[in-house]
């Protein structure tokens, strides 16, 4: 199969571009796209046959629910059983935008690989023009998890979805690099107070001034027989080919830990704000300022990929503070990383 790569901007033909892609999805195909987020691998929610081949294409776990996409809010009601009154606030006040609600699915709506066979799906309307106006022409949902490889950091340009996935799947919709850079925020509300299941780029204080109570888990992990109610649960992701590790940022522990690992005869790669630029590591790629972590997880993702492109042995990268979206960066990094710290 030979990957197509449509180019979305104002010296095309924005209409034939999408009908492309509509025609393909209409077809039982999947469709990568941009979002505010990350690049999606879209394909009709409702289409088991198609959806299946989300999962073949990445390599995906099939006990891992996908998230639903929709072009307006009101598209909703046709899919679940009622929306709570706490859910119906965030909506009005984030979406279109990176939030993801949890809600009791309507039964029989959705393929059975979508959900993963819970009585729950996971919704939201992304605040991208090329996902609104694909979505809008469409006019149907669509399940799309991040457009890689299972495992792999998530894609932020159209090229990273061409490296993971060319021959893989059809084509490509190419809106150049998304905004915020992290999943979206996954939030269960099919019970009170909600529930984070996974941190992103609308944050527990956002929600707290919206709805008040929002509870947030220290961690999401899950053991290997629970089946996730939502994506980034279970499983590593967001991991480059060389092992990483969490750090602390202190200037000394990071000096240490790189002197251990060229003691090893091995080369590192560090990810860390800017104030470490001058370590002796082999690579060094900017996180930014510490204070202002919307930039670090924009680069994020993109930072991990290029360490692939090194002949690193090893990865450290310094852990945010837990607050805000340094809750979500700290979510993908402790994926990456399995859970494993740097220890000297």
Request: aromatic share 6%.
């Amino acid at each position: 199969m030979k990957t197509k790569k449509l180019i979305v901007d104002n010296n095309v033909n924005k209409n034939v571009v999408y009908s492309q892609a509509v025609e393909k999805l209409n077809a039982g195909e999947v469709v990568a796209f941009p979002t505010e987020t990350v690049y999606g691998l879209g394909a009709i929610a409702t289409d088991e046959k198609a959806v299946a081949k989300i999962f073949e294409a990445k390599g995906r776990p099939s006990d891992n629910p996908l998230i639903v996409h929709v072009g307006a809010a009101n598209d909703i009601e046709k899919y679940v059983t009622s929306v709570p009154d706490k859910a119906q606030a965030c909506i009005k006040a984030f979406w279109p935008g990176p939030l993801t609600l949890i809600l009791n699915a309507k039964p029989n709506t959705f393929a059975s690989n979508v959900t993963a066979g819970l009585s729950t799906v996971g919704l939201r309307m992304p605040d991208h023009p090329v996902a609104l106006e694909l979505l809008k022409m469409l006019n149907k949902p669509v399940a799309a998890p991040s457009a890689n490889r299972s495992g792999k950091p998530s894609p932020t340009t159209a090229l990273h979805v061409e490296k993971d996935l060319e021959g893989r799947i059809p084509m490509i919709l190419d809106g150049g690099a998304t905004g915020i850079g992290l999943e979206s925020t996954v939030v269960d509300f099919t019970i009170d107070p909600p529930v984070i299941l996974r941190p992103g780029g609308v944050t527990a204080q956002m929600m707290r001034e919206v709805i008040g109570e929002v509870i947030e888990p220290d961690t999401t992990k899950m053991d290997e027989a629970s089946v996730p109610r939502a994506p980034g649960m279970k499983y590593a992701h967001y991991a480059p080919d060389a092992p990483v590790y969490l750090i602390n940022p202190d200037v000394d522990e990071v000096k240490n830990a790189i002197e251990s690992i060229h003691m090893k005869q091995q080369k590192v790669a560090l990810l860390a704000p800017d104030n470490f630029q001058q370590s002796e590591a082999d690579w060094f790629f900017s996180l930014g300022d510490s204070k202002k972590l919307e930039a670090s997880a924009h680069y994020l993702y993109a930072h991990l990929r290029a360490c692939d492109e090194t002949t690193a042995d090893v990865i450290l990268v310094t852990v945010p503070e837990r607050t805000g979206v340094g809750a979500a960066i700290f979510n993908r990094l402790e994926k990456a990383a399995d859970g494993n710290w740097w220890y000297s």
